[in-house]
């Protein structure tokens, strides 16, 4: 199901039985185990955003600033990262809906691929045809952006095996979803150059999303916990075979980071 299909249900739901709250606190400590058992019930080291952003200037465009997107540091960790391979890279992302992700890093790459569900998956969800209209708006008429139309956990990946240089894991959030997705995103690197980012690791910058993370610890192989740290000031998580400087999580963070936004819009004519 879609993320903005599942946010919707929920806020329906909350809306007409707010004692349902109550269950998803719940379902987020349902994980705490798994997390215990692999030694991070306090959550990922911490790494500055600043530490990998090291005083770049980033401009995002497009950003739709709207509903079941990323925040834009997500986006900015992201283009870092894909620009540190010189356009070289080949950059995969599991999960999109408008393609601002993918069209903010193909200038940026060699070769993109993004995978999300048909528009036949879609409809079965009994998705509303604005809803469809959206899919792929910002990216459909990039030449180095494919397409992919599955279902990540029965999709054949192994094309792309060994390939990419860049995995953004970003579709279903549910624990198993999430594990296999992970799964497939280490089969997918290609060397030790390669990075994964994976999206809403965290609710917020200071809250663990414990089902998500779950996933990410299940289906990352053990020896390779030790590369993974949430990146500050943003929703994501990250592999990297780079050692980086590390805090603990704060739920009210001191923040010492600040940005400079810029902001102007348009109207996509597409």
Known sequence: MSKLKKLSNIIRLLLKKPYLLNLILEQNEAYEGIL?????????????FHE??????????????AEGGSMVTDISLLKILAGQYKGNAVFFEIGTWRGETTANIASLVKECFTLNLSTEQLKAYGLPETYL?????????????????????TFDFSPYYGKCDLVFVDGDHHFESVKKDTETAFKLLKNENSRIVWHDYAFHPGKIRNEVFAGILEGTPKEYHQNLYHVSNTMSAIFTRQPLPTTTMQQIIENKLYFHINISSNINQQ
């Open 133 to 153: 209209k959206q899919q792929d708006l910002y990216s459909k008429n990039i030449s180095n952006i494919t397409h992919l139309k599955g279902d990540s956990t």
């Open 36 to 48: 215990e058992k692999h030694n991070f019930s306090k959550g990922l080291p911490v790494t500055s």
């Open 52 to 65: 990998l952003i090291n005083d770049s200037k980033i401009q995002i465009s497009p950003y739709a600033m």
